[in-house]
């Protein structure tokens, strides 16, 4: 290839004796938590602790110390917490962020003198050694340790000085120097040698909802008693109670922008569409307007305030479908013609993969010489002109093909002004690409989840959501449907494979979601696809949402447990236990302190009752295997006591499919 | 405490849109090999391959181009090699250093417009889509790498493009740009779009005696035939033909300097010596000299010279101890008293281990300020005089004890000019210090081996040597006795103890080493500690040599074995299979290509005969559960044919605790 060699700079310099002398004498290695070496930010959220762990070290036997510093946009001036070794070099501290926004942390370690110092001491001293000498170095250290002090602290310093300098018995004199006050008043007068400071690693701190919320997703225009007529943003406002009364935090929409007439799809998909036919709603712009527009047929700009505003009365959200791509009709494309990529014939190259065309969609093209930077402030313009409506929420289409610098300039742009604000990344790809869009920005993600079906599979998805990278960066909404997918475990399981997979998703993390037509246990599929038969994307489908058979009130349920347990409102933390059957998954999620201890019991078969021995994770709480424990069921209010760390189950699926149990030690009760 | 917090820069500035722009669209991550994002060299060996991997990718279905790039510090220019990808984002190439010292890679991804190109062409002229307009598109692509193409290779894609132009049939259009002359072509001459490139990531190249080497410890006043005649250097020479017939490489010899008379120990370590008490040769220096010079009864720096060179003659290198303390006779404690730390009573600061003191030992302080740089470069120039008389290897004692950064200087100082050099860490500290000390340059290090004896003990510290970051940092040389460790495990086990622990250690690693008396099954312990009894530390130790049970023999098959097959000289590459036995460890190991494969099995009990079925793995040659496979025993040249995967073992540990077996499919012999 003829790119350029990189430079021939120097290869290597041993390292000279002046900057030999000057490097860090304390290794400080392996921090956590942390993303590509401080390259970007991990993900925090405020109120909640972030607990940072580091292995430092140094030559010798003398004592170290360190300590966490960190600040925040808020306030930023250092805050130092000191790290607590833990053994084996490893040490730990926790810091709560209170703020949305950056936060940053450092880690600082330094040579314990006075801790070296006393260490030795209380050695030798308790073996009976004579530690006259020791003393008087000891005198020695508080002199030295007073000159560098600051004022208040070194008149202290010299107080105790004087003190020990009084004392008479051996006893007296070391007792002074091992006082809990002196050591206190010593560790904090010194000034360190060898002090030694890690860069700087950035926290991206959000609020609790970015980590716990429920989503809902439903097409305003079927929200309509007939196919005959368009539903409305007003009529969403009908809806509102029902869904708040379901226990979500978010209403979620695919786009509701004016749709092209070119190529319009009918439904099922088909290539030609029927008069009526209202289009794909992801063939965004026509005439009447682009990303910024409304359908006219949704309603006004008036209208979508208010839906705004009564949504926030009924404690939810609105979140919006950003998706970068344009129909033929979008009037970019004659306005910005340079955003574009054209053919050699003079028509404009179509979204396709090879040989499939998708000829009612084309695509941007973002290094594109004239699109660079208007079409990247366009699309900025764009997003902040929604969140000026009270749009807090945008679920992005197909991110992963956009590019990565764009998305980390875009994120960091909107959420300056409006920290609030949370993008959800709608990427299906490899694992690097999912974890590298939460490292640029995106506060959530779609998953894997909905093709993960057998216990193993579950329990090894589960655990490494909790396992680094992924813990770090990456906060999966898991949906249970989307308008695109159709789970194929859906499709003839009925309503115990519906509430198998609701127990999942809401128990498995913080975030889920729900795309309308789950609760009415709607299955029906295009043969031998994971798509809906005459889905929503192409027709209007009215949905009699009281309809026999519903999950409605488990659901609901499901969000209440989730609401009033912490250990609920997060993918971390979860631990998947033993039950010796094949065909029941039995995890626990637990608060930090241990407080909220919910098990989890699901029973993966739809069809057949399920038994299992299983264990009561009695060792979490340092219990013996004898110990009794207080169980709470949390779907029915039933109240036990267990005794002993073997258990027995029995799941009926056509009963429901799963057990949700808060646990206590008896002890506590 | 009053260190004064870090300065408070600006904490966060949202990446602005210039920047964003120009951020690379490619990401690449996960380097391998890799230490601490690139701060310290993995270690690498002359002629064999460096194995790199890498995650990348970028937004969109585009094809990707990656390369790593590297250089040595003979030929500073880059050399390319393509990466080839596995899967998932993952790509890996391999490149071979020929020169000991550093060399360097980087990483390079680009946009492969042509081969992105022709992935579509192929996919839509498979499925019959028209293609003429791509036809139009490919002549435009070819006009436009030619012009940024150099003139020779513009010439050959000009020409392409003229017989494309000629060509009448479609199907010839599209054959001439497929064609793999075609490719090879067009990716050579294109200027690729969006190349980004990685950091520098440094790589220490040394020859493979760093990695490959069986080590024999001996003190030369030992070498005499009666304990009243101190042995010397010339005695020495008369053991390396037996030494060399062992099959040993590196001959190593505790301290050889001075030995200080005040405090020096008697035998067993007393407190008072007797009149003729050698004394221990780590109370270095007396008024005879310090670490420069040589203790007078072992001879002169000429019978050293002598030495080395009948060593040499031997194919057998010199190691000598690095042992950085101090005797209170040693002439620095007069000539720098700077370089050490004094008492408020004038008497000097004794090393210790509260409450134990060592009273016949000093310690330097490195940052004292009389001792910078003064006292570094004193150290230094004691190595550099050594390895001007020849000597290529250090055994340093208690490395964790010395500062960091002092290592990471004078290893780089001394390998600058003397690249061959290596030294060896005898560290048993924490792991963190552990890893670190080959990360700031030691080339082997003493290991936790000798603590290791069940079988999953030892398959999970095998296992761990294997993984990063230990395999990228750090050698273990497997020690299975040192003057100071006398092992518990062989105090009552006997002849065929030792025998285990030889076949571990000689097939566990590339590194392997060996105190004096092994070979006689030595094992008289101080009761209850794992200290020889009468240790050599303290007195002279006059051995026969060919006495009866000695295991000379399996040691000389042992190390001959490691010879003849490259798989055994490296710890890496070491895989533990399932034998159903818990007292028998069954490993493999293999070079890259298979062709050199060794099956250990050791039997961990050695006292009764031990049975297992185990299985033969036959998957690692692509094989299935019922191929056949050629084996040979190399201890003592046994052939035999194994049909089937599982296969059955019976080891009598009294005839030999182990066996040695090298396989190869069948259809290759």
Not at 47 to 70: C, I, K, P, R, S
Not at 565 to 590: C, E, M, S, W
Request: aromatic share 12%; net charge negative.
């Amino acid at each position: 290839m003829t790119d350029p060699m990189p430079p021939v700079e120097p290869l290597y310099r041993p390292l000279d004796l002046e900057t030999a002398i000057d490097l860090p004498r304390i290794a400080i290695e392996q921090v956590a938590p942390m993303l590509d070496d401080g390259r970007f930010a991990v993900k925090a959220v405020v109120g909640q602790a972030v607990t940072v762990t580091a292995v430092v070290f140094a030559d010798g036997h003398d004592q170290l110390g360190a300590a966490v510093l960190w600040r925040d946009e808020q306030d930023p001036s250092w805050r130092r917490v000191p790290l607590q070794e833990l053994g084996n070099d490893r040490w730990q501290a926790q810091f709560t962020p209170t703020h949305m926004g950056r936060a940053e942390f450092v880690i600082e370690a330094w040579w314990d003198r006075y801790g070296s110092y006393t260490y030795e001491l209380q050695k030798k001293y308790a073996a009976g050694v004579p530690v006259t000498l020791e003393l008087q170095e000891g005198e020695l250290l508080l002199q030295q340790i007073a000159e560098q002090a600051s004022a208040t602290q070194a008149e202290r310093v010299l107080r105790l000085l004087a003190e020990l300098q009084q004392a008479q018995a051996l006893e007296e004199r070391v007792a002074l120097l091992l006082a809990p006050d002196s050591v206190v008043l010593l560790a904090e007068a010194s000034r360190h040698p060898h002090v030694v400071r890690s860069q700087r690693y950035p926290v991206d701190v959000e609020r609790l909802r970015a980590q716990f919320a429920s989503w809902y997703e439903l097409f305003p225009r079927s929200q309509t008693d007939s196919e005959q007529r368009h539903g409305t943003f007003r009529d969403v406002i009908t809806r509102l109670p029902d869904i708040q009364a379901m226990g979500f935090d978010v209403l979620y929409f695919p786009p509701i922008h004016p749709i092209g007439s070119s190529h319009r799809k009918g439904r099922n998909n088909s290539l030609v569409a029927g008069e009526n036919d209202p289009g794909s709603p992801y063939a965004i712009g026509s005439e009447e307007g682009g990303h910024e527009a409304i359908h006219p047929q949704l309603g006004s700009v008036e209208d979508f305030r208010a839906l705004v505003s009564a949504a926030r009365e009924h404690d939810l959200e609105i979140a919006l479908d950003f998706a970068i791509q344009c129909s033929p009709d979008h009037p970019w494309l004659s306005e910005h013609p340079g955003w574009f990529s054209w053919r050699p014939d003079g028509s404009i190259r179509h979204a396709e993969n090879p040989p499939k065309k998708y000829e009612d969609i084309v695509n941007v093209d973002f290094y594109n010489t004239e699109a660079i930077p208007s079409l990247w402030l366009a699309l900025r313009d764009v997003v902040r002109g929604w969140v000026e409506l009270g749009v807090t929420q945008f679920r992005v289409d197909n991110p992963h093909t956009k590019p990565l610098p764009f998305w980390e300039w875009l994120i960091a742009d909107i959420r300056t002004d409006h920290p609030q604000v949370a993008f959800l990344a709608e990427a299906f790809t490899r694992p690097a690409m999912m974890a590298r869009l939460g490292k640029v920005g995106y506060s959530q993600s779609y998953t894997y989840f909905t093709w993960r079906n057998t216990k193993a599979e579950l329990a090894a998805y589960f655990t490494e959501l909790n396992e680094a990278p992924w813990r770090d960066c990456y906060r999966p909404n898991f949906f249970v449907n989307t308008p695109d997918i159709n789970p194929a475990f859906l499709h003839h399981n009925g309503r115990p494979g519906f509430l198998i997979r609701a127990a999942l998703a809401t128990m498995g993390s913080g975030l889920w979601g729900m795309y309308s037509g789950f609760e009415l246990c709607e299955a029906a599929a295009v043969p031998g696809k994971e798509e809906y038969l005459d889905s929503e994307k192409y027709q209007l489908r009215p949905r009699d949402y009281y309809a026999p058979g519903n999950i409605v009130s488990e659901i609901t349920q499901l969000n209440r447990i989730r609401r009033q347990n912490p250990a609920l409102q997060t993918h971390l933390g979860l631990q998947v236990y033993t039950a010796h059957n094949d065909n029941i998954l039995y995890f626990g999620k637990r608060s930090a302190d241990l407080e909220n201890f919910i098990l989890v019991a699901v029973c993966l078969d739809p069809h057949n009752a399920q038994e299992a021995h299983f264990e009561l994770p009695l060792w979490e709480f340092g219990l013996g295997d004898d110990a009794a424990m207080h169980g709470e069921d949390l779907m029915n209010g039933h109240t036990w006591t267990w005794h002993g760390k073997t258990q027995w189950m029995r799941i009926e699926p056509w009963h429901q499919p799963f057990g949700i149990w808060r646990i206590r030690p008896v002890r506590t009760v």
